[in-house]
């Protein structure tokens, strides 16, 4: 049995994908489009959790696999705003600074969609990409909420870094109510109060 793309495209529902993926032998589940998307591309661009968590759990390489354009999965994702999908796909391992062959990457791609995939920035951000990676015609789009949240990201790593050095050092007993308010500072400074915009 072969995969049916126009069938998949066209699922119009997380149970109607899901069923269509069922029925689907599993060693099918590799194969490619005429461009070159894969099943994950597709649950991607219909935003199915269930099917992506399926379709990873069963085929990982799937997470970096790219169309003939150099479309991945989480670009699609940060274009569709599915960001609990682009979380799933980051913890699987996803590349997340990647680019297509026109030298798009997934932020770039969340960026130009602003503001329906700004959680997908977020997610982007909390994974370690930088908002300077972006091509700076997109520096419009970056809000104070965004730099805020990048500035709180890199705080909290700082923070976990020095944590790290001190466990080593064996002098945690001292440092750890400092360090643990500073790692609480550094988590409030990633959400945006709306008095500091004014």
Same mark, same amino acid.
């Given at each position: 049995?072969?995969?049916?793309?126009?069938?998949?495209?066209?699922?119009?529902?997380?149970?109607?994908?899901?069923?269509?993926?069922?029925?689907?032998?599993?060693?099918?589940?590799?194969?490619?489009?005429?461009?070159?998307?894969?099943?994950?591309?597709?649950?991607?661009?219909?935003?199915?959790?269930?099917?992506?968590?399926?379709?990873?759990?069963?085929?990982?390489?799937? !997470?970096?696999?790219?169309?003939?354009?150099?479309?991945?999965? !989480?670009?699609?994702?940060?274009? @569709?705003?599915?960001?609990?999908?682009?979380?799933?796909? %980051?913890?699987?391992?996803?590349?997340? #600074?990647?680019?297509?062959?026109? &030298?798009?990457?997934?932020?770039?791609?969340?960026?130009?969609?602003?503001?329906?995939?700004?959680?997908?920035?977020?997610?982007?951000?909390? @994974?370690?990409?930088?908002?300077?990676?972006?091509?700076?015609?997109?520096?419009? @789009?970056?809000?104070?909420?965004?730099?805020? &949240?990048?500035?709180?990201?890199?705080?909290?790593?700082?923070?976990?870094?020095?944590?790290?050095?001190?466990?080593?050092?064996? @002098?945690?007993?001292?440092?750890?109510?400092?360090?643990?308010?500073? #790692?609480?500072? %550094? !988590?409030?400074?990633?959400?945006?109060?709306?008095?500091?915009?004014?």
């Amino acid at each position: 049995m072969r995969v049916s793309w126009d069938t998949f495209a066209v699922a119009t529902s997380d149970e109607q994908f899901m069923d269509l993926l069922a029925q689907l032998p599993t060693e099918r589940w590799l194969d490619g489009s005429g461009d070159n998307f894969t099943l994950l591309h597709v649950a991607c661009a219909h935003i199915c959790l269930p099917a992506v968590a399926k379709l990873i759990s069963r085929e990982p390489s799937l !997470v970096n696999a790219e169309s003939k354009r150099g479309t991945r999965a !989480v670009h699609l994702l940060a274009r @569709n705003g599915g960001s609990h999908i682009l979380e799933l796909l %980051a913890a699987a391992g996803a590349d997340l #600074i990647c680019s297509t062959r026109e &030298f798009v990457s997934p932020l770039e791609n969340a960026l130009s969609h602003m503001p329906r995939t700004e959680q997908c920035v977020r997610v982007l951000l909390a @994974n370690g990409v930088r908002l300077s990676s972006a091509d700076p015609m997109f520096d419009i @789009n970056i809000t104070p909420e965004l730099r805020e &949240f990048e500035r709180g990201v890199l705080l909290c790593r700082s923070a976990v870094v020095v944590l790290l050095r001190v466990k080593r050092t064996g @002098n945690l007993w001292r440092w750890d109510k400092f360090l643990l308010r500073e #790692i609480a500072h %550094a !988590v409030w400074a990633t959400r945006y109060c709306e008095t500091w915009a004014k």
